[in-house]
């Protein structure tokens, strides 16, 4: 495995440490920023005693390992996104996981901390399926390594982990290790016009047969497909399938909402749904045929001017949850059990005693 490490590239994680480490003996709030494209996701981050200071890692960036025999690669958390799959494309391998961008500066860090998939998540996995390992600084300015790759940490939990999606309120991710895959040799992409209900049975029938299906969705009366795998395997399904052929930047337009859906003149919320796949959302004020229906059902987009108390009953009476990526929402992201808020207390507690970082970016409270 090719690694590259310069003193260059240890100073600015030794920097990084004691930006750290001042702002743990000061109690002084931190912002985490890489390269920024998701800041509206989640809540803005303020220190107990006023504005956080900003902690930017992009320049902490570089390929430090790449093994593409054993599909594996190590990589800084200030690494373009960009980059990172511009040198698996070399290797016809891929981030299987298919995350977002949002911009053009995302950055590795950002993405294992936001842990947002897409189209491909349900046949592939997540975020959190792929990380090995990670070097994290801890809230006492000390880089330290964890994963399956390297020693367990001390404390029981599996931190590289626990990282994915913690919005960077738990440390400091400097550096993680991937599972990559290779790229499918064949790819395309099929619109069939069908009612919701329809392509609910399709999808559900479909699902019990070994077709090579990476994603689906479901708009405006027409259910569209990728199917990727060996060239044979999709001729195959595309000509058993039928329908139209579908543009191939629709599935990059929708991970990156280019999509007409989420722009134009609709200035009302927008909502991420978590459902089980084929459950039914049922409020007043709500039309399922008006959503966004990604991930084969399980992920629904929706603009609605409902209460967020109001659509959250629903979606909690269907078995799921809601998300609001509206920036300036005054609560996101669904408020946890108490029992569960607890263990996110706890755990904020252990591994971040002051708060430091990011604190409020999930909750107030954290």
């Known amino acids: 495995m090719a690694t590259s490490t310069s003193p260059q590239d240890r100073d600015i994680s030794t920097e990084l440490g004691e930006r750290v480490r001042q702002a743990n003996a000061a109690g002084t709030a931190l912002r985490i920023v890489g390269g920024d494209t998701k800041a509206f996701y989640g809540r803005q981050v303020r220190g107990r005693t006023g504005e956080a200071e900003t902690l930017a890692t992009r320049e902490h960036r570089g390929i430090t390992g790449y093994d593409p025999v054993e599909l594996i690669v190590s990589v800084r958390a200030g690494t373009p996104l960009a ?47 792929f990380v090995l390992g990670a070097r994290v600084i801890t809230h006492t300015g000390d880089e330290q390594r964890f994963g399956g790759e390297v020693m367990k940490n001390v404390a029981g939990y599996d931190l590289s ?89 629709f599935w990059d337009d929708l991970r990156e909402q280019r999509l007409p859906f989420f722009g134009g003149d609709d200035d009302r919320p927008l909502w991420r749904i978590s459902l089980p796949q084929r459950a039914r959302l049922e409020a007043d004020g709500l039309d399922e045929q008006a959503m966004l229906h990604d991930w084969a ?55 971040d005693p002051k708060g430091i970082f990011n604190p409020g970016r999930l909750y107030a409270e954290l």
């Open 83 to 129: 980059e990172l799959e511009a040198a698996l494309a070399e290797n016809d391998q891929m981030l299987p996981f298919e995350p977002p961008h949002f911009g053009d500066a995302a950055t590795v860090g950002g993405t294992v901390a936001a842990g947002l998939s897409g189209p491909r998540r349900p046949w592939a996995g997540a975020v959190r399926d």
């Open 161 to 249: 982990r626990l990282m994915v999606g913690a919005q960077g309120g738990l440390g400091l991710l400097t550096e993680v290790t991937l599972k990559v895959l290779p790229r499918p040799s064949a790819c395309h992409g099929l619109r069939l016009e069908m009612p919701l209900d329809e392509a609910r049975e399709r999808l559900a029938e479909w699902g019990r047969h070994p077709l090579p299906l990476t994603a689906a969705a479901w708009q405006d009366g027409a259910l569209h497909l990728r199917l990727e795998g060996g060239p044979g395997s999709v001729a195959t399904t595309r000509a058993r399938l039928g329908g139209e052929d579908l543009d191939p930047g």
């Open 297 to 351: 059902g399980a992920q629904r987009w929706l603009r609605s001017d409902l209460p967020a108390e109001a659509l959250r009953d629903a979606c909690a009476a269907a078995g799921g949850h809601a998300t609001c990526l509206t920036p300036g929402a005054a609560e996101p992201f669904t408020p946890l059990p108490e029992v569960m808020f607890k263990y996110h207390r706890r755990l904020k507690a252990e591994l």
